[in-house]
């Protein structure tokens, strides 16, 4: 097992890039099921889904479009509590069918919040396509369309995710090492 030192943390490996693929396409596949013909948006939200983000468009074989939002509620490895907003969604949405691609669905307050500002630009549909959820920490009733991993109540890093800025360039996905 390869650990990785992000500042004062220790991280061992917890999913290889290997595991996290087959599970990307096995989505990929059923979002191909459920999606063709109904000329979706994709809409990811930054900074986390990047990498899920690109190896999950490279699986989808209709036509999309593809755009992305910003959205911020995690300082350090503890969740604020407050969601902000950073980066907004264009009007194209309207009538449209939209996939939201999230990197980790944790408490749910962010993908709530985010649903809620997506109300208002009245898509025709809404579905959810998060890449890690971690249903024993989940706060809110959300009903997830697509998951391509349950994982435990532990802060990870890697694939696209980060701690305090770091981690992200990483292949694999790694979980934190308990402090002795
Ligand atoms: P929620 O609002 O569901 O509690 O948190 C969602 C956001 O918190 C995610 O989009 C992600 O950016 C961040 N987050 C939650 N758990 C983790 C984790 O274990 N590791 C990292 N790096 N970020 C997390
Ligand atoms: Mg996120």
New binding site residues.
Partial sequence: MKTIQIQDKTFATFLTENEILKEVKRVASEINRDMAGKDPVFLC?LN?SFMFASDLMKEIDFPCNLSFVK?A??EGVS?TGT?KQLIGINGYIKGRAVVVV??????????VNLLETLKAYEPSEVRICTLLC?PE?LQVKLDIDYVALNIPN????GYG???DGYGRNYRDIYKIVENK
């Fill in positions: 939200v986390g959205l509620s995690y969740s969601v999230e990197d980790i669905v944790d408490t749910g307050h962010t993908m971690k920490k532990d802060f990870i890093v995710l980060d701690c």
